[in-house]
């Protein structure tokens, strides 16, 4: 069986040991023609990679291949005695000598799952600062979900704010492979104050988050459209930047890179979704109480996206762009009630329905299990 394209370079030269074992440790670049060829100019001949190949058919997809694999071939005499493939900590196959043949394999790895929690002192941004405590970034990522109603993670975060969370993680050999849910999360910060919120399934729904008193932390609206972005143009007169005239700003303006998601603020239905010269390709949702929002200037829209659509709050419904009248990457955000325009940051929407009264003593006996991790010593992150 030969290995197809699965474009690929080996950098690092073989490591050679006295004879007669040799070991080859390589990891796959970008810049290479094919597999047979990368793993030829490792050391190996056609016929030990043939074998390869084989001895994994029906384990491993080649064309699953990337750059940045790892593997490890160990020769005897000339002879290939095992190989070893990862391409990350749980997915790993390995190559056995059996006699006169090679078997191959995934290796079975055992995944510890393990609820911590963990502190961050944010010095410059939640995702530094998630870094700097060892952390993988993925963790800024969710807790600016898990607060999206209430903080806006660009306009809101100073530096001294602490967060902590008790988060569930999923660990192979010590090191973290992904995070679960976040179960708990407290912030307290210069600009918004104390927030802390708790992950609670009710009887007969499903999983959301709730203040301490059973308040949902779900709000009608998110706090911001995109998840860090910095609001370059407020609401209000301004000198147009392309006009050279004071015009009505009849929104805000969020500078963000083309391809950056834009979320639906809230649960609504579409009601447009094209291209106009000046708003370029845009998106304009209808919510209840008399509400629309519009997302301007966008590069693409969200899969499945067309005129009557339903979306829900935090659904991907477009990227961003600079299409239009636009002098750069940005996202222009409207808000309107009634049909006419009002300023989005400084609308305070109502939050959800709380726990019934029947559910509070259940969610009472969760959140004090997790106020006590939560308030308790935060552990060290697992490293990569």
């Known amino acids: 069986m030969k290995l197809a394209a699965f474009g690929l370079l080996l950098a690092a030269p073989a490591f050679v040991l006295a004879s007669p074992t040799r070991i080859i440790n390589r990891r796959i670049e970008r810049t290479d023609a094919n597999a047979a060829q990368a793993l030829r100019a490792a050391g190996l001949t056609a016929e030990q990679v043939d074998a390869v190949v084989a001895a994994l058919s029906g384990t491993f997809d080649w064309r699953r291949a990337r750059p940045g694999d790892q593997f490890r071939a160990v020769l005897r005499d000339g002879a290939l005695v095992s190989f070893d493939y990862r391409q990350s900590a749980a997915d790993e196959w390995q190559v056995r000598r059996e006699g006169d043949r090679l078997v191959g394999d995934r290796r079975k790895l055992e995944v510890e799952r393990r ?158 979704a094209g291209y106009d010269g000046a708003a370029g390709k845009h998106v304009c949702l209808r919510h209840l109480n008399q509400l629309e929002t519009c997302y301007l200037h966008l590069s693409a829209f969200g899969a499945g996206l067309r005129a009557g659509a339903r979306v829900q709050q935090k659904q991907v419904i477009a990227y961003t762009g600079s299409t239009g009248r636009s002098t750069g990457p940005h996202l222009h955000f409207a808000l309107k009630r009634a049909g006419r325009f009002i300023n989005p940051l400084r609308q305070a929407s109502p939050r959800s329905e709380p726990l019934a009264r029947a559910q509070l003593p259940g969610f009472r006996e969760e959140v004090a299990r997790l106020a006590a991790r939560l308030d308790g010593e935060a552990t060290v992150a697992a490293r990569r």
């Open 115 to 272: 609820v911590e929690a963990v502190e961050l002192r944010v010095a410059s941004s939640l995702y530094e600062s998630a870094l700097a405590s060892g952390e993988d970034p993925t963790i800024a990522l969710m807790l600016s979900e898990v607060f999206a109603w209430d903080i806006d993670f660009y306009q809101d975060v100073r530096n001294g704010d602490v967060v902590r969370a008790v988060v569930e993680k999923e660990l192979v050999g010590g090191r973290l492979l992904r995070y679960g849910e976040v179960l708990a999360a407290d912030y307290r910060g210069e600009a918004v104050g104390h927030k802390r919120v708790f992950r609670f399934t009710p009887q007969g729904g499903s999983a959301s988050y709730f203040q301490e008193d059973g308040t949902s932390a779900r709000r009608a609206f998110l706090k911001s459209p995109l998840k860090f972005a910095q609001v370059t143009s407020g609401f209000g007169s301004r000198f147009h930047p392309l006009l050279h005239y004071r015009k009505e700003h009849n929104g805000v303006d969020y500078a963000a890179p083309v391809g950056t998601p834009v979320w639906a603020v809230g649960d609504g239905t579409v009601v447009k």
